[in-house]
């Protein structure tokens, strides 16, 4: 028989840590702020790199903080095989600062983040461009040449912007519902297995935090195949104020 | 996200394949089982195996040493999650492998992890950049504290690693990001 230890707040139904019902609502009242903050996050990525995407967060909780990076792959919820976490991915990582601090990250695969960035430099560049480092080549004439210094940076720097740009809007959505101030850092971009990626935050947050909020969240761009994610991890002190200033607003609209 | 599983994955009913997340470990007897933790970044995951009562076991750390928590240095993480720090987690294993019969003499041990993800960042926070580091260095030293030498480690670099520990045969695999696993025997 197979042994398999779980951290304490697993144990049990399964279900993660019960919430209260102040709790429940809370997390309502950030969900609500997300889905729209995300909605206008693809509406600006939309028109940045000119096809028709959406960003939807079907689900949001407290997570213990060993399971956030199974929580935001959704295999903590068997909707993934736990293999996910090894698929190799193209990670934007864009850092969150100022009243509400943390981290947040754009995943795509890498064939999707190629082809976005392609079709944002395709006016600026000649159209063959080469592989970026880890990126696979498309089937475009650009396959199989020889990749300069330039062109990946030219590549890496295309989706740094479509990172800076969608985090933004996020960003910018919520502070505007909350009059909090929060900001963003320069983005980062890698491509590895997504769990690799994901774990910086939870390096972060495991400094101080036992729980932490998960959103799982599903980005589908135009006619592309596969679906990426956009990972917005608070700090636990940035989520209390993010939740102190949206319990403010409603209250104040009663 | 739709990710395709990597295809050269064990087929799913030749064995029974154990996800061990972070703050995790397993020790496990059964033939039929190969332990996996996925997608180690600065995390370390720690495989080890009995030749011969073929009991192994598999751990996954994600930080060196319990944090101190100075809102409330009552809290002790490190007995509450021992298994997500390196410190507390390499003697847990151990203990675990003990108890189901496995010799710590005879333990075979690899380990794979520590890298310095999102290499920039990883440079610019100095803090949460070494993470990676400091977790090799308790990991190798709570190892030697048990008498045990590991007979492969695959630590540091900037890339993600997954290990797998196959109980039937004590077969240790490690694979990069896209690429073939290599087998440790």
Request: one cysteine or more; charged letters at 15%.
């Amino acid at each position: 028989m197979t042994s398999r230890t779980l951290p304490d707040s697993d144990q049990g139904d399964g279900l993660g840590p019960t919430l209260t019902l102040r709790q429940a609502r809370q997390l309502e009242l950030v969900h609500r702020a997300v889905t729209m903050g995300m909605a206008r996050a693809a509406e600006q990525l939309s028109l940045f790199v000119g096809c028709p995407l959406t960003i939807e967060a079907p689900r949001l909780g407290l997570c213990p903080i060993d399971e956030l990076v199974e929580s935001t792959l959704g295999s903590a919820f068997d909707l993934v095989d736990w293999s996910a976490a090894e698929a190799v991915v193209t990670g934007i990582y864009v850092g969150v600062d100022g009243d509400v601090s943390g981290h947040c990250i754009l995943i795509l695969s890498p064939a999707d983040a190629r082809a976005l960035a392609t079709r944002m430099i395709a006016d600026l560049a000649a159209p063959d461009l080469p592989a970026a480092p880890g990126l696979p080549a498309t089937s475009g004439n650009g396959a199989g040449k020889a990749s300069t210094a330039q062109d990946e940076a030219l590549i890496l720097s295309a989706l740094g912007e479509v990172g800076n740009i969608t985090v933004s809007s996020l960003l910018n959505a919520l502070a505007d519902a909350t009059h909090l101030r929060i900001a963003s850092t320069c983005p980062a971009v890698v491509t590895d297995m997504a769990g690799a990626i994901l774990e910086w935050p939870v390096l972060d947050l495991a400094q101080s935090a036992d729980q932490a909020l998960y959103i799982e969240t599903r980005i589908t761009i135009g006619s592309f195949a596969t679906s990426g994610s956009l990972a917005l991890i608070p700090r636990t002190e940035g989520l209390a104020r993010l939740i102190a200033a949206l319990e403010g607003q409603k209250g104040g609209r009663r | 996200m739709i990710i395709p599983p990597a295809p050269d994955l064990p087929a799913a009913n030749a064995v029974q394949t154990v996800a061990i997340g972070i703050g995790q470990y397993a020790v496990t007897r059964e033939l039929d089982t190969h332990l996996i933790t996925y997608g180690l970044g600065s995390c370390i995951g720690v495989a080890a195996w009995d030749p011969q009562t073929r009991i192994g076991g598999m751990l996954h750390i994600l930080l060196p040493e319990p944090p101190t928590n100075s809102a409330n240095p009552s809290k002790d993480a490190g007995a509450i999650s021992p298994a997500r720090f390196a410190m507390t987690g390499v003697p847990l294993l151990i203990q675990q492998l003990a108890k189901a019969g496995a010799a710590t003499e005879r333990l075979r041990v690899v380990a794979a992890g520590g890298a310095r993800m999102l290499g920039v960042l990883s440079n610019t926070n100095s803090v949460i950049g070494s993470i990676g580091e400091r977790n090799a260095a308790i990991v190798v030293a709570q190892l030697q504290a048990q008498g045990i030498r590991l007979i492969a480690q695959e630590f540091g670099g900037t890339q993600g690693r997954t290990l797998g520990l196959e109980i039937a045969t004590g077969a240790f695999w490690i694979r990069i990001a896209g690429a073939q696993p290599v087998s440790i025997r």
